[in-house]
């Protein structure tokens, strides 16, 4: 079975450039979360779907963040624009429920914003 | 506020002994507790859980114990080896509106296993 895909798996750019990562679920998994994880602390979740609907994204900086999962299945993260703080890695997980079903990560894109 | 608290940021064994990471939570309605293991520039991996209604499950060599009445819960890798090495999160969760659930993430503690 194929785990959670992500790309790109690192990326740098300049403050107040934009960024998109892509990531595709684990096939049949109708919860697709989005995580950022700065070094040396937890996973802070940013917005999670529930197929193509929004069930939490009180986290997500809206005014810079954006997030889509049009089909229910890909979803996409973008930062515009972004800035040096934004600097951590972006997880993407998905699980088969939102009930008591393990959450699978993927690797990961690590962003650097110089 | 920090609901759930891995109060060590790091450990170190020695191969073939017991490796000990602790959990603390504040909120009573958790449920549901998780273990994730990280190796760098990688995603965390799902280790093992436990509900709330027992007080132990074991996979392996690894076994978590809850205290709910201390709020504590802990993992034991027993023994542990090199490739045990990595950052050790734990989360909890609740269940809330719509069977919905969002997990509570420690700060993590990183475990070096020395040969």
């Known amino acids: 079975e194929a785990g959670v895909a992500q790309s790109p798996r690192y990326k740098i750019i300049e403050k107040r450039q934009s960024v998109a990562f892509w990531c595709n679920p684990i096939?049949?998994?109708?919860?697709l979360y989005w995580y950022q994880q700065i070094l040396g602390q937890g996973p802070k979740l940013l917005i999670q779907?529930?197929?193509?609907?929004?069930?939490?994204d009180s986290q997500l900086p809206k005014d810079r963040f954006s997030a889509e999962r049009l089909k229910g299945v890909d979803s996409t993260l973008k930062i515009q624009p972004a800035k040096l703080e934004d600097s951590a890695v972006y997880l993407c997980?998905?699980?088969?429920?939102?009930?008591?079903?393990?959450?699978?990560f993927g690797e990961g894109s690590w962003l650097t914003v110089v | 506020d920090q609901q759930v608290k891995q109060n060590s940021p790091s450990l170190s064994v020695q191969e073939g002994r017991i490796s000990i990471l602790n959990c603390d939570y504040t909120?009573?309605?958790?449920?549901?507790f998780l273990w994730y293991k990280k190796y760098p520039a990688e995603g965390p991996t799902f280790l093992i859980s436990?509900?709330?209604i027992k007080d132990k499950n074991e996979d392996g060599r690894f076994t978590v114990f809850l205290n709910k009445s201390a709020k504590h819960l802990s993992l034991h890798i027993v023994p542990s080896q090199p490739g045990d090495s990595a950052v050790y999160f734990c989360?909890?969760?609740?269940?809330?509106?719509?069977?919905?659930?969002?997990?509570?993430w420690g700060l993590g503690t990183s475990l070096a296993v020395n040969p």
């Open positions: 989360a909890a969760s609740q269940e809330k509106a719509g069977n919905n659930r969002k997990l509570i």
């Open positions: 909120n009573s309605m958790f449920d549901y």
């Open positions: 779907f529930q197929n193509n609907g929004v069930v939490d």
């Open positions: 997980a998905s699980s088969a429920g939102t009930a008591r079903n393990t959450i699978y």
């Open positions: 436990i509900s709330s």
């Open positions: 096939s049949g998994h109708a919860t």
